[in-house]
């Protein structure tokens, strides 16, 4: 348990390594590699030891010493450039997605703040609020009415009849017309 708090703490915080020593250590394993093939397992366990105490991934190490194995090569710099150009373009959209974001954060204001609204805004009075918008409304007295409206809302008082209350649908009532459905079918 209290190893995975450990884990969990030191993902969360980052790794502790400084640029010597991530350089240095990387192009020294490096050479270790490329000169003594066969004492793979002594640089192996010199890595292991270093990961420990830093708490660097084993991945990003490994990616880093990649790096520098291209910065090595014949127009190595240009191309050990781009990677780094593309991983510096492509890890902050990686973190929000992993870290369940999906997107950039959005600059919310802390909760333990007042909420905006509240807050007295520079230049304005304290206390007065902006008045809430509200549909405009034409009185029906100036709503101009022509011929066809005029027409049109005579079919729905005739349909509507006396009251303008609208009655609800009741699906066990009769109705006059025929669904064609098993009740129906004759």
Same mark, same amino acid.
């Given at each position: 348990?209290?190893?995975?708090? !450990?884990?969990?703490?030191?993902?969360?915080?980052? =790794?502790?390594? &400084?640029?010597?020593? +991530?350089?240095?250590?990387?192009?020294?394993?490096?050479?270790?590699? &490329?000169?003594?093939?066969?004492?793979?397992? @002594?640089? *192996?366990?010199?890595?292991?030891?270093? +990961?420990?105490?830093?708490? +660097?991934? &084993? $991945?990003?190490?490994?990616?880093?010493?990649?790096?520098?194995?291209? #910065?090595?090569?014949?127009?190595?710099?240009? $191309?050990?450039?781009?990677?780094?150009?593309?991983?510096?373009?492509?890890?902050?959209?990686?973190?929000?997605?992993?870290?369940?974001?999906?997107? *950039?954060?959005?600059? +919310?204001?802390?909760? #333990?703040?007042?909420? @905006?609204?509240?807050?007295? $805004?520079?230049? !304005?009075?304290?206390?007065?609020? !902006? =008045? $809430?918008?509200? =549909?405009?409304?034409?009185?029906?007295?100036?709503?101009? @009415?022509?011929?066809?409206?005029?027409?049109?809302?005579?079919?729905?008082?005739?349909?509507?009849?006396?009251?303008?209350?609208?009655? =609800?649908?009741?699906?066990?009532?009769?109705?006059?017309?025929?669904?064609?459905? @098993?009740? #129906?079918?004759?």
């Amino acid at each position: 348990m209290a190893s995975e708090g !450990k884990e969990v703490r030191a993902a969360h915080d980052g =790794p502790d390594i &400084s640029h010597d020593q +991530l350089i240095g250590k990387a192009e020294e394993f490096n050479r270790e590699d &490329s000169q003594r093939a066969s004492s793979a397992g @002594e640089t *192996r366990q010199k890595i292991g030891q270093l +990961l420990d105490t830093t708490a +660097l991934n &084993s $991945k990003a190490f490994s990616w880093a010493r990649q790096i520098l194995k291209v #910065n090595e090569k014949s127009n190595g710099q240009a $191309k050990a450039m781009d990677i780094i150009m593309s991983l510096e373009t492509v890890l902050p959209m990686l973190r929000d997605h992993v870290s369940g974001q999906g997107t *950039r954060s959005m600059d +919310l204001p802390n909760p #333990n703040e007042e909420p @905006e609204q509240d807050k007295p $805004k520079k230049g !304005k009075p304290a206390g007065k609020k !902006k =008045p $809430k918008n509200e =549909p405009a409304t034409i009185p029906a007295e100036e709503q101009p @009415e022509d011929a066809e409206t005029a027409e049109f809302n005579a079919e729905v008082d005739d349909a509507m009849g006396e009251g303008d209350a609208v009655e =609800p649908f009741d699906p066990d009532a009769e109705t006059p017309i025929d669904f064609g459905g @098993e009740d #129906n079918a004759a």
